[in-house]
């Protein structure tokens, strides 16, 4: 029975896909409202590079030569013409410093060092070194 001056009842029948629809855009609504809103900030890492030369590395021996360069090699090397910081390695090495005031600093290993030119010091590692005239300072 109608009432009068009543509007019929429509009923409204909703297809299954715009019901998953809108649920699907509760669905990632409430995600984006639990996402965290923290940052992490950035690195500074990349704000500060300082090059590491001879002149950081050498030892304390070797604190009244002013090197330019650091040389290292095995078996039979040397420095050449300027300042260097020459360094051997764990085997056996023969290491000249040619001109140049030199640092020159054995590894392990029974090493042979030869100053050359200049005014050199010559730092031995482990095992026997042999020292040339020519290293100005030696320490076994």
Do not use: H, W, Y
Not at 7 to 33: C, D, E, H, N, Y
């Amino acid at each position: 029975m109608r009432l009068p001056g009543a509007r019929p009842r429509r009923s409204i029948v909703r297809p299954a896909s715009v019901t998953l629809v809108v649920i699907a855009t509760l669905a990632a609504t409430t995600m984006l409202g639990l996402t965290a809103a923290n940052t992490v900030p950035g690195s500074k890492a990349a704000n500060r590079s300082s090059a590491v030369g001879a002149e950081q590395l050498k030892p304390s021996a070797c604190n009244a030569i002013t090197l330019a360069l650091v040389v290292t090699g095995s078996g039979t090397f040397g420095g050449g013409a300027q300042a260097e910081l020459i360094l051997g390695s764990s085997g056996v090495d023969s290491i000249s410093g040619n001109n140049g005031n030199d640092c020159i600093v054995a590894g392990a290993g029974n090493d042979t060092l030869n100053g050359g030119a200049g005014t050199d010091v010559c730092i031995g590692g482990a095992g026997n070194d042999s020292f040339n005239a020519s290293c100005e300072t030696q320490i076994q």
